[in-house]
Nanobody, 118 residues
Framework: QVELVESGGGLVQPGGSLRLSCAAS????????MNWYRQAPGKERELVAT????????NYADSVKGRFTISRDNARNTVYLQMNSLKPEDTAVYYC???????????WGKGTLVTVSA
């Protein structure tokens, strides 16, 4: 049974930091690219950050470049999103996604809420 379980969300003040984690199980984590998406109230889901299967290549949305860092630990089947200098506009539900184009697999977690507010 495939599972992606996000954790680490919560309430933080502007300028603060949070570290999200996504624990994966039920599939071969090390051959999947991993992504973080977010969806703010009333908005479409957007891609925030991506990392390839071995962790050598990362990409970020322009809105988070220089503030967020995606990383992965294939030994722990976990992907992380370090979020620094948080802004109110970062408030959203953050979702973990695993994808492999060859196997046509596309898995989603249930999300974790991040609220940035004074």
């Amino acid at each position: 049974q495939v599972e992606l379980v996000e954790s680490g969300g919560g309430l933080v003040q502007p300028g603060g930091s949070l570290r999200l984690s996504c624990a994966a199980s039920g599939f071969t984590f090390s051959n999947h690219g991993m992504n973080w998406y977010r969806q703010a109230p009333g908005k479409e889901r957007e891609l925030v950050a991506t990392i390839n299967s071995i962790g050598g290549t990362t990409n970020y949305a322009d809105s988070v470049k220089g503030r967020f860092t995606i990383s992965r630990d294939n030994a722990r089947n976990t992907v992380y999103l370090q979020m620094n200098s948080l802004k109110p506009e970062d408030t959203a539900v953050y979702y973990c996604n695993a994808r492999n184009g060859v196997f046509r697999s596309n898995y989603w977690g249930k999300g974790t809420l991040v609220t940035v507010s004074a």
